[in-house]
């Protein structure tokens, strides 16, 4: 069976990955899908190591970039801009927000003193189960990266 990414489709996809774009772009633009780059990068390590290698050049190009502007002082606010947009978890603005070990922390708390109050052991248990459920969906969803490389 003839693999779905012959070298000219992973080719092109680690040029869109080379130059920023995202997993979905470079999807696109050969006709398959974000999983199908995946699968592909799990199943032949060359082009994983491609693929990781591509990832890292926006991110070295605009630091060298920046670096070069800042002796010339002249584009160096556009590297800035790609970086904390690309890179937010590296460059951006940080948000007031929780980290996910205090979340996790809150919701262990409140179903503690839920719990507490609800003086059938099956309910507990069911109570307990279901938050259980629904905290680690919204804790895995919360892990996935906002932009799909």
């Not at 050969?30 to 032949?44: E, F």
């Not at 390590?45 to 890292?56: G, M, Q, S």
């Not at 003086?119 to 799909?148: C, F, H, L, M, N």
Request: proline residues 5%; contains cysteine; charged residues 35%.
């Amino acid at each position: 069976m003839r693999p779905i990414l012959d070298e000219n489709k992973r080719s092109e996809i680690i040029g869109v990955i080379s130059v920023g774009g995202t997993y979905a772009l470079a999807a696109r633009k050969v006709g398959c899908s974000r999983q199908t780059i995946r699968r592909t990068a799990a199943r032949d390590p060359e082009f994983r190591r491609r693929l990781n290698e591509a990832r890292a050049a926006p991110e070295h190009k605009f630091l060298k970039t920046i670096e070069a502007a800042a002796g010339e002082k002249k584009y160096w606010q556009a590297a800035k801009w790609a970086l904390q947009h690309e890179y937010p978890d590296r460059y951006g603005r940080k948000p007031r927000t929780m980290t996910l070990s205090d979340v996790k922390d809150l919701v262990t708390q409140l179903l503690e003193a839920i719990l507490q109050v609800i003086p059938d052991s099956a309910i507990r248990a069911a109570v307990r189960r279901r938050v259980y459920k629904i905290s680690g969906d919204s804790i895995q969803k919360a892990k996935e990266p906002t932009r799909d490389r």
